[in-house]
């Protein structure tokens, strides 16, 4: 089967059973999204579908077929500048151990495509399926209204 990951057509053969997340990981070597809880409860796994965050380790490859994927490696050209919200993130040292945070901007890109200034509550609503061990979670949302001002002032994508 053919998915479309990152902008680019990539030809892959796997049984009817197999996670997006696992394809992703051990077929294409795309390992920023992760495997944590593998119940779709963490959202350590998050990537993009059609402008859908989704679990990866809950959705199944064929599933995927005909489909847009993004991923982590994909939110930042290769030697350019990073994504507005990687830079908030950054900015906003809302990265601690750092497993969780492929996720958390995946699903924060995905918010920020939707609803360019989003408030709090949405900001929240948007995020909670998307879990920190370190708890950074005031220094996410802080990110996110970094990344949406960005947006807003012309400086982002």
Not at 5 to 17: A, E, F, K, Q
């Amino acid at each position: 089967m053919r998915l479309d990951v990152n902008g680019r057509p990539r030809d892959v053969t796997v049984p009817d059973h197999e996670s997006l997340l696992t394809t992703l990981r051990e077929r294409l070597a795309l390992t920023g999204s992760k495997l944590a809880c593998d119940r779709g409860e963490c959202g350590a796994c998050t990537v993009i579908v059609d402008g859908q965050p989704v679990y990866s380790c809950l959705t199944l490859t064929r599933a995927s077929e005909g489909a847009s994927v993004r991923t982590i490696e994909g939110v930042a050209p290769p030697g350019g500048a990073l994504h507005p919200v990687q830079q908030a993130f950054i900015d906003c040292d809302a990265v601690q151990c750092g497993y969780c945070t492929p996720g958390q901007i995946m699903a924060a890109i995905a918010l920020l495509e939707r609803s360019p200034s989003p408030a709090d509550p949405e900001i929240d609503q948007a995020m909670s399926g998307n879990l920190c061990r370190c708890g950074t979670y005031p220094k996410i949302r802080a990110a996110i209204h970094q990344a949406a001002s960005l947006k807003k002032a012309g400086d982002a994508p």
